[in-house]
């Protein structure tokens, strides 16, 4: 926490900052703990309630920590088109997690995302930021088995 601390100094502790504040801790920590929370709280001298709330409202911010390998599934229009969503079913049921979840073990999370710029390779996702184009029900085990 003694780090977390320090990121405080470079702010005017206002509620204008909560925003800007909950982002570097994320990206200081990989997400926002509980502990973090209840600090951005005392910090700003708003209701723990509140700091959720805002961080909630926000899909950037998450709330457990991304697992070894972060598994981005793209969700734009041509991988739409393409059946994305039957891929993010199939990813759901093999990991059994959800979008936005980490399995227990802490090492695939998924989450989906608007688009990685793939386009061309729909339906694509990206591990770790290796993109894997042209994905279907039949792919999903096999790529996952590449990082166990």
């Known amino acids: 926490m003694d780090e977390l601390e320090k990121l405080f100094e470079n702010y005017d502790l206002s509620r204008d900052n909560l925003i800007p504040i909950l982002q570097e801790i994320q990206e200081h920590e990989g997400y926002l703990s509980p502990e973090s929370i209840a600090l951005v709280g005392k910090k700003l001298k708003i209701p723990n309630s509140q700091v959720y709330g805002v961080a909630t409202f926000y899909n950037q911010f998450r709330f457990v920590p991304k697992g070894k390998y972060n598994i981005q599934l793209c969700r734009g229009t041509a991988c739409h088109v393409l059946g994305s969503a039957t891929v993010l079913e199939e990813f759901e049921k093999h990991l059994d997690i959800k979008a936005g979840q980490t399995t227990k073990d802490g090492l ?41």
């Not at 039949?138 to 790529?143: L, N, Y």
């Open 108 to 148: 695939f999370s998924l989450e989906v995302v608007a688009c990685i710029g793939a386009c061309g390779l729909a339906p694509a996702i990206s591990v770790n930021g290796e993109v894997f184009a042209k994905v279907n029900r039949e792919t999903v085990k096999a790529i996952t088995s590449l990082y166990n």
